[in-house]
């Protein structure tokens, strides 16, 4: 058996859909003998997923399952691993970096927080 990572996007329509589109990207691991498999476990978990209901201001949102965008054969599953990779370009690479920098702060914060009422 084989390890994948595949990226299953959802679109998301709260009420009658009159808002700005949103889409949910999901990266899932798969665990399957060969591409195909994998790829069709992937469509399966995401169509099995998608979801209806309403939100607190009792409007309806619907998460529709689109299809499964990549898929990638992981070469092995150890400590640092690299999962996903995905070049970007930014209009500005100060604000790229600050905002980085700003999510790694938070994301520390949370866990410092979360290891304080561990131990």
């Not at 798969?30 to 998608?50: P, V, W, Y």
């Not at 790229?96 to 999510?103: A, D, E, Q, S």
């Amino acid at each position: 058996m084989n390890w994948y990572i595949s990226k299953v996007v959802y679109r998301i329509v709260c009420g009658n859909g009159n808002h700005t589109p949103q889409f949910d990207e999901q990266l899932r691991l798969i665990e399957a003998e060969d591409d195909l498999h994998a790829f069709q476990k992937a469509r399966l978990l995401g169509e099995k997923e998608e979801d209806s209901f309403q939100n607190d201001k009792g409007k309806p949102v619907i998460w529709k399952f689109i299809d499964v965008q990549e898929l990638f054969l992981l070469s092995e599953l150890s400590d640092g691993t690299e999962l996903y990779s995905q070049i970007k370009e930014e209009d500005s690479c100060e604000n790229y970096i600050k905002g980085i920098h700003k999510r790694a702060n938070t994301l520390l914060g949370k866990c410092l927080e979360k290891n304080t009422f561990i131990n």
